[in-house]
Protein backbone atom coordinates (compact mmCIF):
# COMPACT_ATOMS: atom_id res chain seq x y z
CA UNK A 1 0.00 0.00 0.00
CA UNK A 2 1.65 3.37 -1.18
CA UNK A 3 0.46 7.01 0.50
CA UNK A 4 0.42 8.48 -2.69
CA UNK A 5 -0.84 7.78 -6.68
CA UNK A 6 2.73 9.03 -7.73
CA UNK A 7 4.38 6.05 -5.41
CA UNK A 8 2.18 3.32 -6.19
CA UNK A 9 2.71 3.97 -9.73
CA UNK A 10 6.42 3.85 -9.03
CA UNK A 11 6.23 0.86 -6.71
CA UNK A 12 3.86 -1.29 -9.63
CA UNK A 13 6.44 -0.20 -12.60
CA UNK A 14 9.31 -1.54 -10.01
CA UNK A 15 7.52 -4.61 -9.96
CA UNK A 16 6.86 -4.92 -13.73
CA UNK A 17 10.26 -4.45 -14.62
CA UNK A 18 11.07 -7.02 -12.02
CA UNK A 19 9.40 -9.63 -14.42
CA UNK A 20 10.79 -7.69 -17.89
CA UNK A 21 14.27 -7.20 -16.80
CA UNK A 22 14.85 -10.08 -14.48
CA UNK A 23 18.58 -9.72 -14.50
CA UNK A 24 19.05 -6.00 -14.65
CA UNK A 25 19.83 -6.40 -10.96
CA UNK A 26 23.25 -7.99 -11.83
CA UNK A 27 24.49 -4.63 -13.16
CA UNK A 28 21.91 -1.58 -11.37
CA UNK A 29 24.18 1.03 -11.72
CA UNK A 30 23.35 4.34 -14.43
CA UNK A 31 27.18 5.34 -15.12
CA UNK A 32 28.23 8.22 -17.06
CA UNK A 33 28.85 7.87 -21.36
CA UNK A 34 32.61 8.41 -20.26
CA UNK A 35 32.78 5.54 -17.49
CA UNK A 36 34.04 2.95 -20.05
CA UNK A 37 36.91 5.44 -21.58
CA UNK A 38 37.54 6.20 -17.88
CA UNK A 39 38.22 2.86 -16.34
CA UNK A 40 40.54 1.90 -19.42
CA UNK A 41 42.75 4.84 -18.94
CA UNK A 42 43.47 4.34 -15.14
CA UNK A 43 47.14 3.16 -16.25
CA UNK A 44 47.39 0.50 -13.31
CA UNK A 45 44.59 -1.79 -12.06
CA UNK A 46 45.93 -1.75 -8.59
CA UNK A 47 45.09 2.41 -8.85
CA UNK A 48 41.56 1.80 -9.97
CA UNK A 49 39.19 4.07 -7.70
CA UNK A 50 35.69 2.95 -6.73
CA UNK A 51 34.05 5.73 -8.86
CA UNK A 52 35.75 4.60 -11.73
CA UNK A 53 34.67 0.93 -10.67
CA UNK A 54 31.15 1.09 -9.53
CA UNK A 55 30.69 -2.21 -9.98
CA UNK A 56 34.08 -3.24 -8.04
CA UNK A 57 34.79 -5.74 -10.93
CA UNK A 58 38.37 -5.06 -10.00
CA UNK A 59 39.70 -7.45 -7.32
CA UNK A 60 42.57 -5.86 -5.49
CA UNK A 61 43.04 -8.24 -2.65
CA UNK A 62 45.96 -10.89 -2.69
CA UNK A 63 48.85 -11.21 -5.77
CA UNK A 64 48.62 -8.98 -8.95
CA UNK A 65 45.25 -6.82 -9.05
CA UNK A 66 42.89 -8.42 -11.96
CA UNK A 67 39.45 -8.09 -13.02
CA UNK A 68 37.27 -11.05 -11.76
CA UNK A 69 35.97 -12.75 -13.83
CA UNK A 70 33.53 -14.75 -11.03
CA UNK A 71 31.38 -11.49 -10.79
CA UNK A 72 27.72 -12.81 -11.82
CA UNK A 73 27.46 -9.93 -14.01
CA UNK A 74 30.68 -10.74 -15.87
CA UNK A 75 30.07 -14.13 -15.59
CA UNK A 76 26.47 -13.97 -17.44
CA UNK A 77 27.92 -11.43 -20.13
CA UNK A 78 30.74 -13.41 -21.52
CA UNK A 79 29.20 -16.67 -22.36
CA UNK A 80 26.31 -14.61 -24.16
CA UNK A 81 29.31 -12.52 -25.94
CA UNK A 82 30.77 -16.02 -27.33
CA UNK A 83 27.32 -17.14 -27.95
CA UNK A 84 26.64 -14.28 -30.15
CA UNK A 85 30.25 -14.66 -31.64
CA UNK A 86 29.41 -18.04 -33.11
CA UNK A 87 26.15 -17.33 -34.15
CA UNK A 88 27.81 -14.21 -36.37
CA UNK A 89 29.59 -16.13 -38.61
CA UNK A 90 32.68 -13.67 -38.90
CA UNK A 91 34.29 -14.40 -35.95
CA UNK A 92 32.96 -11.09 -34.47
CA UNK A 93 30.12 -9.03 -33.36
CA UNK A 94 29.83 -4.98 -34.31
CA UNK A 95 29.63 -2.83 -30.77
CA UNK A 96 25.70 -1.99 -31.69
CA UNK A 97 24.51 -4.97 -31.68
CA UNK A 98 25.95 -5.77 -28.09
CA UNK A 99 24.43 -2.64 -27.13
CA UNK A 100 20.97 -3.54 -27.86
CA UNK A 101 21.19 -7.28 -26.85
CA UNK A 102 21.78 -6.03 -23.18
CA UNK A 103 19.90 -2.63 -23.49
CA UNK A 104 16.72 -5.22 -24.09
CA UNK A 105 14.80 -8.01 -22.14
CA UNK A 106 15.99 -9.86 -20.11
CA UNK A 107 18.89 -7.32 -19.08
CA UNK A 108 17.88 -3.53 -19.62
CA UNK A 109 21.38 -2.18 -19.19
CA UNK A 110 22.28 1.43 -19.98
CA UNK A 111 24.53 1.30 -23.09
CA UNK A 112 26.85 3.36 -21.19
CA UNK A 113 26.58 0.39 -19.02
CA UNK A 114 27.53 -2.01 -21.49
CA UNK A 115 30.60 -0.55 -22.61
CA UNK A 116 31.98 -0.66 -19.01
CA UNK A 117 31.23 -4.75 -18.68
CA UNK A 118 33.18 -4.60 -22.15
CA UNK A 119 35.62 -2.63 -20.99
CA UNK A 120 36.46 -4.76 -18.14
CA UNK A 121 36.61 -7.79 -19.98
CA UNK A 122 38.70 -6.19 -22.64
CA UNK A 123 41.21 -5.53 -19.19
CA UNK A 124 40.73 -9.27 -18.04
CA UNK A 125 42.15 -10.73 -21.81
CA UNK A 126 38.83 -12.15 -22.80
CA UNK A 127 38.14 -9.73 -26.03
CA UNK A 128 40.01 -8.07 -28.55
CA UNK A 129 38.73 -4.91 -30.37
CA UNK A 130 39.02 -4.66 -34.13
CA UNK A 131 38.83 -0.69 -34.69
CA UNK A 132 38.08 0.84 -38.11
CA UNK A 133 41.87 2.63 -39.20
CA UNK A 134 43.98 0.57 -36.72
CA UNK A 135 46.21 -2.11 -38.22
CA UNK A 136 45.53 -4.99 -35.96
CA UNK A 137 43.76 -5.63 -33.07
CA UNK A 138 43.66 -3.96 -29.95
CA UNK A 139 43.87 -6.19 -27.18
CA UNK A 140 45.21 -4.30 -24.16
CA UNK A 141 44.07 -0.97 -22.47
CA UNK A 142 45.27 2.20 -24.03
CA UNK A 143 44.55 5.53 -26.87
CA UNK A 144 42.81 3.26 -29.33
CA UNK A 145 40.54 1.46 -27.38
CA UNK A 146 39.60 4.23 -25.01
CA UNK A 147 38.56 5.96 -27.64
CA UNK A 148 36.64 3.12 -29.27
CA UNK A 149 34.83 3.07 -26.00
CA UNK A 150 34.20 6.78 -25.72
CA UNK A 151 30.30 7.11 -26.68
CA UNK A 152 27.68 4.88 -28.24
CA UNK A 153 28.39 6.05 -31.44
CA UNK A 154 32.21 5.04 -31.69
CA UNK A 155 31.37 1.67 -29.46
CA UNK A 156 28.69 0.80 -32.23
CA UNK A 157 31.21 0.90 -35.13
CA UNK A 158 33.84 -1.76 -33.96
CA UNK A 159 34.03 -5.22 -33.89
CA UNK A 160 34.65 -7.52 -30.75
CA UNK A 161 35.71 -11.02 -30.87
CA UNK A 162 37.20 -13.27 -28.75
CA UNK A 163 40.32 -12.88 -27.74
CA UNK A 164 42.56 -15.34 -30.03
CA UNK A 165 45.80 -17.58 -28.84
CA UNK A 166 45.20 -16.25 -25.03
CA UNK A 167 47.32 -14.15 -22.54
CA UNK A 168 51.36 -14.74 -22.73
CA UNK A 169 52.67 -16.82 -20.00
CA UNK A 170 53.85 -15.29 -16.67
CA UNK A 171 57.26 -16.46 -18.09
CA UNK A 172 57.07 -14.83 -21.32
CA UNK A 173 55.45 -11.46 -19.49
CA UNK A 174 58.69 -11.69 -17.35
CA UNK A 175 61.22 -11.54 -20.66
CA UNK A 176 59.32 -8.73 -22.25
CA UNK A 177 59.97 -6.78 -19.03
CA UNK A 178 63.37 -7.50 -18.42
CA UNK A 179 64.15 -6.52 -22.19
CA UNK A 180 62.25 -3.21 -22.03
CA UNK A 181 64.05 -2.29 -18.45
CA UNK A 182 67.25 -3.62 -20.21
CA UNK A 183 66.53 -1.20 -23.43
CA UNK A 184 64.96 1.89 -21.45
CA UNK A 185 66.23 1.66 -18.23
CA UNK A 186 62.75 1.90 -17.18
CA UNK A 187 60.78 -0.64 -14.88
CA UNK A 188 58.46 -2.50 -15.98
CA UNK A 189 56.27 -4.54 -14.40
CA UNK A 190 55.60 -7.98 -15.85
CA UNK A 191 52.38 -7.53 -16.72
CA UNK A 192 50.82 -7.38 -20.06
CA UNK A 193 49.20 -3.54 -20.31
CA UNK A 194 52.33 -2.32 -18.32
CA UNK A 195 54.71 -3.54 -20.97
CA UNK A 196 52.17 -2.73 -23.58
CA UNK A 197 52.48 1.10 -21.72
CA UNK A 198 55.93 0.99 -21.51
CA UNK A 199 56.03 0.31 -25.57
CA UNK A 200 54.36 3.18 -26.41
CA UNK A 201 56.19 5.18 -24.10
CA UNK A 202 59.76 4.48 -25.66
CA UNK A 203 59.32 3.19 -29.17
CA UNK A 204 58.05 6.69 -30.80
CA UNK A 205 61.60 8.30 -29.37
CA UNK A 206 63.26 5.64 -30.97
CA UNK A 207 62.12 5.21 -34.14
CA UNK A 208 62.47 9.09 -33.96
CA UNK A 209 66.05 8.58 -33.17
CA UNK A 210 66.69 5.84 -35.78
CA UNK A 211 64.52 6.72 -38.30
CA UNK A 212 67.07 8.44 -40.83
CA UNK A 213 69.36 6.00 -40.35
CA UNK A 214 69.05 3.72 -43.82
CA UNK A 215 69.41 6.27 -45.74
CA UNK A 216 72.34 7.50 -43.61
CA UNK A 217 74.28 4.31 -44.16
CA UNK A 218 73.28 4.32 -47.82
CA UNK A 219 74.46 7.92 -48.70
CA UNK A 220 77.70 7.31 -47.21
CA UNK A 221 78.41 3.77 -48.36
CA UNK A 222 77.91 1.63 -45.26
CA UNK A 223 76.39 -1.56 -44.54
CA UNK A 224 73.35 -2.18 -42.78
CA UNK A 225 70.55 -0.12 -44.85
CA UNK A 226 68.13 -3.27 -44.89
CA UNK A 227 69.49 -3.56 -41.38
CA UNK A 228 68.30 -0.60 -39.90
CA UNK A 229 64.90 -0.62 -42.38
CA UNK A 230 64.23 -4.06 -40.58
CA UNK A 231 64.40 -2.96 -37.37
CA UNK A 232 62.05 0.43 -37.93
CA UNK A 233 59.86 -2.16 -39.51
CA UNK A 234 59.98 -4.45 -36.27
CA UNK A 235 59.73 -1.41 -33.82
CA UNK A 236 56.68 0.06 -35.75
CA UNK A 237 54.76 -2.86 -35.78
CA UNK A 238 55.25 -3.28 -32.05
CA UNK A 239 52.86 -0.35 -31.78
CA UNK A 240 50.22 -1.42 -33.80
CA UNK A 241 46.70 -2.14 -31.80
CA UNK A 242 47.98 -0.12 -28.61
CA UNK A 243 51.31 -2.33 -28.85
CA UNK A 244 48.90 -5.10 -27.37
CA UNK A 245 51.15 -7.58 -29.02
CA UNK A 246 53.96 -6.85 -27.52
CA UNK A 247 54.33 -8.83 -24.84
CA UNK A 248 53.92 -11.78 -27.11
CA UNK A 249 56.74 -10.57 -29.34
CA UNK A 250 59.26 -9.40 -26.87
CA UNK A 251 58.40 -12.33 -24.84
CA UNK A 252 58.96 -15.05 -27.41
CA UNK A 253 62.26 -17.29 -25.82
CA UNK A 254 64.30 -16.37 -29.35
CA UNK A 255 63.81 -12.74 -29.78
CA UNK A 256 66.26 -10.83 -31.52
CA UNK A 257 64.34 -7.15 -31.67
CA UNK A 258 66.15 -6.03 -28.85
CA UNK A 259 69.60 -6.67 -29.71
CA UNK A 260 68.35 -4.90 -33.39
CA UNK A 261 67.63 -1.72 -31.43
CA UNK A 262 70.71 -2.00 -29.56
CA UNK A 263 73.12 -2.19 -32.76
CA UNK A 264 70.48 0.83 -34.13
CA UNK A 265 70.92 3.03 -31.12
CA UNK A 266 74.78 1.95 -31.47
CA UNK A 267 75.34 3.28 -35.05
CA UNK A 268 73.39 6.57 -34.38
CA UNK A 269 75.14 7.44 -31.52
CA UNK A 270 78.49 6.70 -33.05
CA UNK A 271 77.66 8.92 -36.35
CA UNK A 272 76.40 11.78 -34.37
CA UNK A 273 79.98 11.92 -32.69
CA UNK A 274 81.64 12.33 -35.46
CA UNK A 275 82.01 9.43 -37.02
CA UNK A 276 80.35 10.30 -40.45
CA UNK A 277 83.41 12.67 -40.55
CA UNK A 278 85.32 10.10 -40.03
CA UNK A 279 83.89 7.43 -42.49
CA UNK A 280 83.95 10.00 -45.29
CA UNK A 281 87.54 10.96 -44.92
CA UNK A 282 88.66 7.38 -44.86
CA UNK A 283 86.42 7.13 -47.92
CA UNK A 284 88.48 9.63 -49.57
CA UNK A 285 91.74 8.37 -48.81
CA UNK A 286 91.18 5.10 -49.88
CA UNK A 287 89.51 6.37 -53.14
CA UNK A 288 92.22 8.90 -53.65
CA UNK A 289 94.67 6.20 -53.24
CA UNK A 290 93.13 3.72 -55.44
CA UNK A 291 92.49 6.94 -58.21
CA UNK A 292 96.07 7.75 -57.96
CA UNK A 293 97.14 4.50 -58.85
CA UNK A 294 94.76 4.45 -61.69
CA UNK A 295 96.40 7.22 -63.18
CA UNK A 296 100.14 6.55 -62.57
CA UNK A 297 100.67 2.92 -61.65
CA UNK A 298 103.25 2.35 -59.18
CA UNK A 299 102.82 5.62 -57.94
CA UNK A 300 100.69 4.92 -54.52
CA UNK A 301 102.80 1.90 -53.07
CA UNK A 302 103.69 2.34 -50.21
CA UNK A 303 101.91 5.29 -48.85
CA UNK A 304 99.04 2.42 -47.32
CA UNK A 305 100.32 -1.18 -46.73
CA UNK A 306 97.97 -3.53 -48.71
CA UNK A 307 97.24 -5.38 -44.99
CA UNK A 308 95.91 -2.18 -43.60
CA UNK A 309 94.11 -1.14 -46.59
CA UNK A 310 92.05 -4.38 -46.63
CA UNK A 311 91.60 -3.40 -43.65
CA UNK A 312 89.93 -0.20 -43.39
CA UNK A 313 87.87 -1.81 -46.48
CA UNK A 314 86.39 -4.71 -44.48
CA UNK A 315 85.88 -2.23 -41.80
CA UNK A 316 83.58 0.12 -44.00
CA UNK A 317 81.97 -2.57 -45.36
CA UNK A 318 81.07 -4.28 -42.35
CA UNK A 319 77.81 -3.76 -39.79
CA UNK A 320 79.95 -3.57 -37.34
CA UNK A 321 81.91 -0.76 -38.61
CA UNK A 322 80.98 1.41 -35.60
CA UNK A 323 82.37 -0.67 -33.07
CA UNK A 324 86.05 -0.99 -35.13
CA UNK A 325 86.41 2.68 -36.43
CA UNK A 326 89.53 3.06 -33.87
CA UNK A 327 90.83 0.30 -36.32
Not at 61 to 83: W, Y
Not at 166 to 186: I, V
Not at 282 to 302: D, H, I, M, Q, Y
Request: proline fraction near 6%; glycine fraction near 8%; charged fraction near 30%.
Amino acid sequence: KAETLDAAVRRMLEEAAKDVFPKYHLAPIRPSMEAAAKFLEVDRLDRMTSDLDPLTLVLKTGGSPRVDMSKPVLAEVLPIFKQKVIESGTGRVQGSHLQEVFSAPPYGWTKDTVRYLFAALLRAGEIELHVPGVGSAVRTAGPHAAEAMKSTVAFGRIGLSVREGGRPSPEALDRAARRLEDLFGDDVLPLEESISAAVRRHIPDLLEKVGNLPDRLRLLGLAGEERARAVLSSAADLLKGDAGAAAAVLGSVECSLPDEVKWAGAVVDVLEDGAESDVLRAKSVLGSLTELERLFPGSAEGLLGEEEKVEAEDILSSERFHERLPD
